[in-house]
């Protein structure tokens, strides 16, 4: 591919693609910006349908489209074509943040756009599903309307649009989902549906260029913890991950019932009062000490922290601007005590995953941290203390590409369609109510074969198969 491109260098850019293409398949179709002629956006694939993989949804008889490898010369296409304009729209719902952001192959940020949901947390606790769907779908059209104008860009410029499909919460990821395909539709765009873990993941190497596979990751949020090895992109090794509560999930329940203000998120509320507490003046329990593995649990540490509260007549109700200068105090040291435990277990299950990835692929040399608690400067600061003993490289994206963002997801597509792994617009005349294929719960990677597998995310995965399995599927049939 590269020789045919170069032999026809001295044509115009969108003539000298369309002809290399047309000499690889005469069915290859080509996405070209219409805006204009020397800045070629491309995008190859197979315009046969047959060439997609479609795996029939046995319980509803719908068509579950499984993600689709373009033949390999189309990979050196997507390679060799002008990288700096291919970009890609990003979109994230899958739990309270409406995000969208436009970035280039070669990894620029065109424009970003989020609306927070941060109030249902100070009202109800938690996401409320069908509320979260409802404030997601009153936000998602000025959302992404503001990411292009944001990169001056109209919807028929950009090259390809990717979605979260999941895991997340259904009736938000429905929200998102349906906008992405409409956008898709209606300017014959590829859609890549992204696993939003593995945004999460991949968003390290849209900030760090020089982050090349294996890596060891760990993913630390609001709904998961889970340790990684990343071989590829869609390739992972899981070492670890949650037998109960999320790392995330435990920070905002601590910062309710310390009564923090939750405007601006649990786990950064309780970042900030820790700083003035006594981190070892309430000797929690480090959980799962005794047990050899990558597992990690938080249930029992909400339980011990929400005694400590009670015994200390912590009101919860009451807030902290109100509270004395002694109740003040007590607050601060239990959220120091409950943040340095809960990173203490982070600490334990890396240094221990850390032996299994080096025995997976001993040429590890970074480990990846992100998710929204990655973005706690104390979780930053330990983890590196970690990798330094070991030699490796600590590698956290900026904190506000930690927490869910646009970015991420429109990165991990830019990644997919590299390997030239995405889906077909959607059919001119597809329903407005079609079946949509969302994985609420959708495992990333395959499990390493020494851990244990009793954690929550296996049992639930709803009979889908993880995105590592799907993509050595798909990987087997073209080889
Ligand atoms: O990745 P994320 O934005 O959303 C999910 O995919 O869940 O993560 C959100 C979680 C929330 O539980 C939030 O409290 C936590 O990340 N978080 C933090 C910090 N910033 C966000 N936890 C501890 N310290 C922080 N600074
Ligand atoms: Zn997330």
Known sequence: MATTLRAIAGMPMIDSLAAALRQISPSAFLRLSPSSCTNARILASPTTTSSYAHQTHAATKKSRTVYSLAPRQFEAAAAECDREVVSVLGIETSCDDTCAAVVTADGRILGEAQVSQANMLVHYGGVVPMLAQELHAQSIDQVVEEALANARMLQTDLSAIAVTIGPGISPCLRVGVTKARSIARVNRL????????EAHALVARLMEHKLHFPFIVLLISGGHNLLLVAQNVGQYVQLGTTVDDAIGEAFDKTARLLGLDLRKGGGPALEEIALQGNPTSFPFAVPMRNQKHCNFSYAGLKNQVRLAIESQKINENAPMSLASAEDRQMRADIAASFQRVAILHLEDRCRRAIDWARKIDPTVSCLVVSGGVASNNVVRTKLGAVTKEHGLQLICPPPRLCTDNGVMVAWA???????????????????????????????????????????????????????????????????
């Open 190 to 197: 590829p859609l890549i549906g992204v696993h939003h873990m």
């Open 413 to 479: 597509g830019i990644e997919h369609l590299r390997l030239g792994i995405f889906d077909p617009p959607p059919h001119l005349d597809e329903p407005a109510d079609a079946w949509l294929d969302l994985r609420p719960r959708w495992q990333l990677g395959e499990i390493y074969a020494e851990g244990v597998s009793k954690a929550r995310s296996l049992k639930s995965s709803g009979g889908i198969p993880s995105l590592t399995a799907q993509v050595q599927t798909l990987l087997r049939k073209t080889q």
